[in-house]
């Protein structure tokens, strides 16, 4: 039987050759107890039959371990499970506001995408027939779209897109393309090697164990130059909705569905990323902050969360408004969100010990003292 051929429950009932052995049976009871196309079903139940007849010969079987790996992941894969999206705009845009300031454009695409959900779904419920649903949810009509953050380093990309994950009440999973060597990475090896293993894009789908995650493509502008022209390659096929709907990782050598996937990059610049990948994604510059957001972040967000964070009360540290500067830009240049967050962090960190060696309860940072509490970089 062709793999890609309907299944019938006749081609997807395991039938074993003789005596089935206990680790097969554990297996097959695994596969059964699994929600998957019934192709792959079938495939897998031919290959355990296989085993079986092999498993009738006395002496190791390196087989077994092998078949035992490769059925350990495709019962991992989230075939059908799906979390419930978030689709009150309300509340979208409460947790967008609470956990990032500024960045109004991004936060607006995102309660425009909500919007548009909602709006499917209704189409949906009220089409008058099986066919008007059915041109109404086919392949890439209701496709998320791929958003692509492109700023310099520290400005909130990865933050962003988890706080989109958040809002729409999706598990959020990131891929760290910096440096892949290798398409493979994303791809997966065939099984035909030893030790070979899924790509970085199904173990992300198994770790979030629903179907329809956001996953982060993070820095797709650092990888290596030897494997960029494949790798885009994959990445053409992974943000196409028109295709992605059936990826082919090397290890699993079946189709997995990734329409349902919120597909996110990120990237310092645009350099090395091949035109045809940058046409598939909606470009979005995240400019550096001015000094007087980056206060308010730090004041607002940043300084909160690590009182947080580090157990300290919310009243336990206070500012002159006239330091915030020397917070802000700790190097004497803008270094960055990512290193203001860390200059915040040392000086809760030093307020906490004094706290803790009885030097103080509360502790008021002023022009005088500041350089007891700043980190020596």
């Not at 820095?219 to 390659?233: C, L, P, S, V, Y």
Request: charged content about 25%.
């Amino acid at each position: 039987m062709d793999d890609s051929a309907p299944g019938t429950e006749l081609e997807i009932k395991f039938r074993p050759p003789g005596d089935v052995p206990q680790e097969v049976q554990a297996l097959v009871e695994r596969i059964e107890q699994t929600q998957m196309p019934d192709e792959l079903k079938a495939k897998v139940f031919r290959e355990l039959e296989s085993l079986t007849r092999q498993l009738g010969s006395p002496g190791y079987n390196a087989q077994l371990d092998e078949t035992s790996r490769y059925v350990d992941w495709v019962v991992k894969i989230p075939w059908v499970e799906k979390s419930e999206d978030n689709l009150d705009l309300d509340k979208a845009r409460h947790i967008l506001e609470t956990t990032h300031y500024g960045l109004d454009s991004i936060k607006e695409r995102i309660l425009e995408y909500i919007a548009i959900i909602n709006l499917q779904i209704q189409s949906v419920d009220d089409a008058e027939s099986e066919e008007a649903r059915n041109e109404l949810t086919k392949q890439g009509a209701m496709a998320s779209p791929v958003l692509f953050f492109v700023g310099l380093p520290g400005i909130g990309k990865t933050s962003i897109s988890y706080t989109i994950a958040k809002s729409m009440n999706r598990k959020f999973e990131r891929i760290a393309m910096g440096g892949m060597g290798d398409a493979l990475q994303l791809r997966g090896q065939s099984r035909m090697h030893a030790e070979a293993e899924p790509g970085l894009v199904i173990k992300a789908m198994v770790n979030a164990g629903t179907r329809n995650p956001v996953i982060l493509l993070d820095e797709i502008d650092r990888t290596a130059d030897q494997a960029r022209a494949q790798i885009m390659g994959v990445l053409l096929e992974l943000l196409d909705p028109q295709q992605n709907f059936a990826f082919r990782d090397y290890y699993i050598d079946y189709p997995v569905d990734l329409s349902s996937v919120m597909f996110l990059a990120s990237a310092n610049n645009t350099g090395g990323i091949s035109n045809a990948v940058l046409d598939r994604m909606e470009v979005i510059k995240m400019p550096g902050y001015s000094d007087d957001e980056k206060i308010v972040i730090a004041r607002d967000y940043l300084l909160p969360r690590q009182l947080k964070v580090t157990g300290m009360p919310e009243e336990a540290i206070t500012f002159d408004e006239n330091v915030w500067v020397q917070i802000t830009r700790p190097l004497g240049f803008d270094a960055g969100i990512r290193t203001m967050e860390r200059t915040i962090n040392a000086v809760v960190r030093k307020a906490a010990k004094k706290k803790v060696l009885g030097q103080g309860e509360t502790f008021h940072i002023t022009e005088e003292n500041i350089k007891e509490y700043l980190p020596k970089y």
